[in-house]
């Protein structure tokens, strides 16, 4: 993917070069987010830094404690400083490099910079104004390319996998803290780099809980068990969340509040087209759940985007302002928690297309009847 990356680096110089958010033209660019790092460079080293300098030439700088930052490759027109134990931070050593060269104004992300770090980059490069890049990086991230979904189908195969053979495996006096470490073992068994996000298992009162962190407690008959994970594969990370009833049918409460958030699931899920409001997606979902009388369960959003990050642009919420392209992948997560009792939680990760293409399509695929285990 060496031409790719040349080429998103060209468009994030030509679009500083005519303006940047804060501080007008910029001759040059400073990027430190690491996620921003590897969609420009292909390569993820440790507390690196890449400029794209003046002189139209691209320099990774990388510190010497990195380890191996990866994909390197001789045609992506890309230089590599690697810096000494002296040399300190790579942001501040690059500003200082850029600072050499003569660029006028140089646009850093001030989002990831902390105050110090500003104030260092300042003092090292006194003759240079700094302007903010803002999230210029995250944006042109929004919409992938057909090589950066096919990662992330990938990585939902692999996640869909992983979840398959465990609901094939006896989960009667389980903790959810060993399940959540077999199947982050069983992500890496499949080729997963490793898990998107800690992987969320829930039991009983504990179910249906956004970000609930496994505990010692052990998985009992006529519980609800809702499972989110992801794989992480060449970076891009997708997500998946199913809730099963454990014993051998499932109480009416249970069947009722699973219809609930799966008809929830499905109209924002079938809201997903190119130029689709943001907001509306999130109102598809939020209005099932409020004609039920849980407005609130839904939490701020129902969805986020999805790439090198599990939580990018753009955010499916209420407040949320802007349209949906083609290319982009979200996910679409309603869930309804009920204290003392548990509750449903069901995530898919899909790409928006257009209808003539099929529609969004759905990149996790396991099924998402209430199956009793």
């Known amino acids: 993917m060496s ?17 940047t958010a804060h501080g007008g033209p910029a001759d040059a660019v400073l990027v430190s987010r690491p996620a921003n790092v590897r969609y420009l460079t292909g390569r993820a080293p440790g507390g690196g830094a890449l400029l794209l300098g003046p002189d139209g030439r691209d320099t990774l700088f990388t510190p010497s404690d990195a ?19 002296a040399d300190g931070d790579a942001v501040i050593a690059a500003a200082g490099i850029a600072a050499r060269h003569g660029p006028h104004v140089l646009a850093v992300e001030e989002h990831h910079l902390t105050v110090a770090r500003h104030r260092a980059l300042s003092s090292v490069a006194p003759a240079l104004r700094l302007a903010d890049l803002d999230c210029a990086v995250e944006q042109q991230r929004v919409v992938k390319d057909e090589e950066e979904i096919s990662a992330l189908r990938i990585a939902a195969e692999i996640t869909d996998q992983a ?45 249906g809980l956004a970000g609930h962190r496994p505990t010692e407690r052990r998985v009992e008959e006529g519980d609800f068990l809702t499972v989110r994970l992801g794989a992480r594969y060449r970076g891009y990370r997708c997500q998946i969340g199913r809730t099963f009833v454990i014993g051998t049918a499932p109480d009416d409460w249970q069947i009722e509040l699973y219809d609930l958030v799966f008809a929830a699931q499905r109209g924002a899920r079938e809201s997903l087209e ?31 985007g999805v790439g ?66």
């Open 67 to 85: 380890g191996p930052a990866g994909g390197s490759h001789p045609g992506d027109a890309l230089g590599d400083t690697v810096l000494g134990e």
């Open 163 to 207: 979840l398959g053979e465990l609901l094939e495996s006896i989960l009667v006096g389980r903790t959810e803290r060993h399940l959540a470490l077999e199947l982050e073992r069983r992500l890496i068994d499949h080729g997963a780099e490793g898990a998107a996000f800690p992987t969320s298992v829930a039991t009983g009162r504990n179910s």
């Open 308 to 373: 090198l990050e599990i939580g990018e642009d753009p955010r499916l919420s209420p407040a949320a302002m802007g349209k949906l392209d083609a290319c982009v992948p979200v996910t679409v997560e309603p869930g309804v928690h009920l204290p003392g009792r548990g509750g449903v939680r069901i995530d898919d990760t899909l790409v928006v297309r257009p209808q003539a293409d099929g529609g969004p399509e759905l990149l996790t695929i396991t099924t998402k009847e209430l199956l009793a285990l």
């Open 3 to 19: 031409e790719v990356h040349v080429a998103r680096r060209a468009r994030l110089r030509e679009r500083c070069a005519a303006s």
């Open 274 to 304: 190119p130029g689709a409001e943001y907001r509306e997606v999130d109102r598809a979902a939020r209005q099932v759940l409020d004609a039920a009388g849980y407005a609130a369960a839904l939490g701020r959003a129902t969805g986020h």
